[in-house]
């Protein structure tokens, strides 16, 4: 007897009840649902008795949901098939369950005793796993049991049902089971002592599950269950979205280059504590099945998610990848000898599974984590002289667009170049742009073609007797334009929805130099006023307006553009990414610009301010400091402006100091040194809007390792401004900041030789020597010869 406040409850063997006999089959054809607890599971209700599941009423998954439209006949047929008997819940054993339901849902119950009554609620389960984890209502209660056992008793449970884990796993209800019993011992994990436990526990259910993989693979409840199996090896959270479940856009965004790809991406912060090896046997065992076996897990939905993960997981170990990747091509290990992975019997039936929905997407991910030497082979003996053909088939097209992403060499952009690049005019008129996306990405990635990447989709949209100013609207509106019949006529459509992938291929062409996109930059900048605020209303023409004043294109062009949107302003900054482009605005913008924009956004403050994007936006763009005082306001813009010039001038790329000659304010990706700039801008932002700051309160603008030093300083300088006045505070306090910027650019610069080191050190005794002869003179011209004086030696001698 276990007391819990008032309550005893028996902890005695549950009774054998009557067997009744029914079948488990591989498959079923409804989604697989949410996971959650009691409440939050996403399970349909149901008042039937504990053991009836709904639609099958033992738990079990029926045979005469082995639909699936995905899959052919024979491939069905070629189907393992496994039937188990279980036992149907007593009514005794639900009412068991049910109390410790109840009781420890209640809150009176510590976290001590609620591990006591979950790990000894599970050890009544024994010899009867099946049938309770299967079960709709129980299956419930064992999720709680699971989460609050000690890792004892959890591994206990696991290896006690090892045997029939698939089953389990198989199940709609017990599937959520297996997956929380994985989730535990990821939690367990934390403790080290607990590895040895685990791994043990996890070996014996490897075992088992090695010794008929197909089943589980195909199962659409199992795959989820045995991709979580694989992210516990591995040592990445079980709910992980890169590799357990990862979204269209984040590939998308990915293969366009507007994120780093898995492979550039360091992921081991987030990586706990796995079982490598166990993670190969488990591969492998899932793998070492029959031909025809593999022949149905290369064509099933749910196999093929499961090899999707396996594949991901094992980016870098290429030996592993080298001898798995091969089975999934359909190749004979035997005949597999390092550079000719691929037999040549193989390519026209690997290039008829791409067509097929579940292979084409296992094979962008096989293009993805395949070692160089099989793309190179890959590349030559599949896809050469087959990319248009299927560029337009409506799967093919996709695989094609990984081959492209993934593009190891400018050898294989020329390759790529001469099959698509006479074709762009087709493949947007096929509704394919997609492909050509990932063209003038990996052009833009391996620095190949990409002048003539711009000159071909101009040519593809614009015909060489029509002005350049159609080029973005038609990009903008890629269906509307291909669909019109009278093309030399169409116009903006009103009401139309600006198209996504349009928008998109428009960002990777702002991103080329201005050179290359001449036209571009004359269609957007001739666009009218009223499709200029449409567009920016719009999230993918906003993203493109935002590309152009991030471009190299110059002030003078980018201010066409920005003074379409006089008077919009406000009414902008109130859509919920509208704010992003208002601030992209006022970044390219000059001083009397800047203070425009922020007059439009003065009488919509309040409602502004209301918004999740208002408050950061007035943050940045100091609207209550333009509204206090405005004159300052400018001077604090054009001090900013004037150090940004500096700062560019000098450690800008050659690229930069073009780009920026007429507007140095335009944000730009293309930088010599992206990260060192990013914290310099940061810190010239702190250090002129801290100007008028108490001495206080400067440490806390400070951002290197001298922080204490620093903060002495300032004490020093705050106690000999009771004796010299305010004028002598604010003195010391920039000469710190100015001579604590020095030190950084002394340690930023010594890798680029002493005589930089050296100019930077008598940049800080220039500005020494300044800052004394400034307490000599009045006190405005203090200023005036202070900042004249410290930039101009500061910035010769940074130059030197």
Not at 38 to 62: C, E, L, Q
């Amino acid at each position: 007897m276990v007391a819990i406040g008032s309550k005893a409850l028996p902890l005695r063997k549950l009774k054998t009840s009557s067997l009744t006999e029914d079948s488990c089959m591989a498959g079923e054809d409804n989604p697989y649902g949410g996971r959650g607890k009691k409440g939050s599971m996403n399970r349909k209700s149901s008042k039937k008795r504990p053991g009836f599941d709904g639609d099958h009423s033992t738990g079990g998954v029926p045979a005469k949901n082995l639909k699936d439209s995905k899959i052919s006949k024979d491939q069905k047929a070629s189907l393992p098939q496994t039937s188990f008997v279980r036992k149907q819940v007593d009514p005794e054993a639900a009412k068991y369950y049910s109390e410790i339901e109840n009781v420890i849902a209640g809150t009176e119950v510590d976290l001590e005793e609620r591990s006591i009554i979950c790990s000894n609620a599970l050890e009544e389960s024994r010899g009867k796993e099946v049938e309770l984890a299967t079960d709709y209502v129980i299956s419930h209660t064992f999720q709680t049991l699971l989460e609050g056992c000690d890792v004892d008793h959890l591994c206990e449970f696991l290896q006690s049902c090892a045997k029939d884990f698939p089953c389990i796993a198989m199940d709609r209800s017990g599937s959520h089971v297996a997956e929380t019993a994985l989730k535990s011992l990821a939690m367990h994990l934390q403790d080290d002592k607990s590895y040895s436990l685990i791994e043990e526990t996890l070996t014996i259910i490897c075992q088992v599950i090695v010794d008929n993989p197909v089943e589980m693979m195909c199962n659409c409840h199992a795959s989820h269950v045995l991709r979580s199996l694989l992210c516990l090896c591995k040592g990445v959270p079980l709910d992980s979205p890169e590799f357990h479940a990862t979204k269209s856009s984040s590939v998308l965004a990915e293969r366009l280059n507007f994120r780093p790809s898995r492979l550039e991406r360091n992921d081991s912060e987030y990586m706990e504590q796995g079982f490598p090896d166990l993670l190969k046997f488990l591969v492998s065992g899932m793998l070492n099945c029959s031909r025809i076996d593999v022949s149905t897990l290369q064509t099933d939905q749910y196999s093929s998610l499961v090899l999707q993960t396996a594949l991901k997981l094992l980016v870098g170990d290429e030996e592993e990848l080298l001898r798995i990747i091969p089975i999934l091509l359909g190749c004979k290990m035997e005949n597999v000898v390092e550079g000719n992975f691929i037999e040549i019997t193989s390519v026209q039936n690997l290039r008829s599974l791409m067509k097929e929905t579940a292979y084409s997407h296992l094979m962008e991910v096989i293009l993805e984590v395949a070692p160089e030497a099989l793309y190179n082979e890959l590349f030559t003996k599949v896809f050469r002289n087959s990319l248009v053909r299927m560029s337009s088939h409506h799967c093919g097209n996709f695989v094609v667009q990984a081959l492209v992403s993934h593009a190891r060499s400018k050898g294989h952009m020329e390759l790529i170049w001469e099959e698509l690049g006479p074709k762009f005019k087709d493949l947007l008129g096929m509704g394919k742009p997609g492909v050509i996306a990932s063209v003038i990405a990996a052009s833009q990635r391996l620095h190949s073609h990409e002048q003539k990447c711009s000159q071909a989709l101009a040519a593809a949209v614009c015909s060489a007797n029509e002005s350049s100013g159609c080029i973005v609207p038609r990009l903008l509106f890629l269906d509307s334009y291909f669909s019109c019949q009278d093309k030399s006529n169409w116009n903006w459509p009103n009401g139309v929805k600006i198209h996504v992938m349009g928008s998109l291929i428009l960002e990777l062409v702002f991103k080329f130099p201005s050179a290359f996109i001449q036209p571009y930059i004359t269609s957007i900048t001739s666009m009218e006023a009223g499709h200029v605020l449409e567009a920016s209303k719009n999230s993918g023409g906003q993203r493109v307006i935002e590309a152009f004043l991030s471009s190299n294109a110059s002030g003078k062009q980018k201010h066409k553009l920005i003074v379409k949107l006089r008077g919009h302003f406000g009414e902008l900054a109130l859509y919920p990414s509208g704010s992003f482009t208002v601030e992209k605005c006022f970044n390219a913008s000059n001083v009397s610009q800047r203070e425009a924009i922020v007059s439009e956004l003065l009488p919509v403050q309040t409602e502004l301010s209301k918004t999740k994007q208002g408050p950061p936006l007035l943050r940045k763009l100091d609207v209550d400091g333009f509204a206090q005082r405005p004159d300052q306001w400018k001077l604090r813009q054009t001090s900013k402006q004037s150090a940004y010039k500096e700062f560019y001038d000098t450690f800008g790329s050659k690229e930069i100091k073009s780009s920026k000659a007429d507007s140095f304010l335009a944000e730009t990706p293309h930088t010599s040194h992206p990260e060192n700039l990013k914290e310099m801008r940061k810190e010239i932002d702190a250090c002129l809007s801290s100007a008028a700051a108490p001495a206080s309160s400067m440490p806390f603008l400070a951002h290197d390792n001298s922080t204490e030093m620093r903060m002495s300083g300032h004490k020093r300088h705050a106690e000999r401004a009771a004796q010299h006045g305010e004028a002598f505070t604010k003195d010391a306090i920039d000469y710190d900041v100015l001579k604590s910027k020095n030190q950084r650019f002394k340690k930023k610069k010594k890798h680029h030789g002493m005589e930089n080191a050296a100019a930077t050190g008598k940049a800080t005794d220039d500005v020494v020597y300044h800052q004394k002869q400034s307490h000599s003179v009045d006190k405005k011209e203090k200023k005036r010869r202070r900042k004249d004086d410290v930039s101009t030696s500061t910035l010769k001698k940074l130059k030197a």
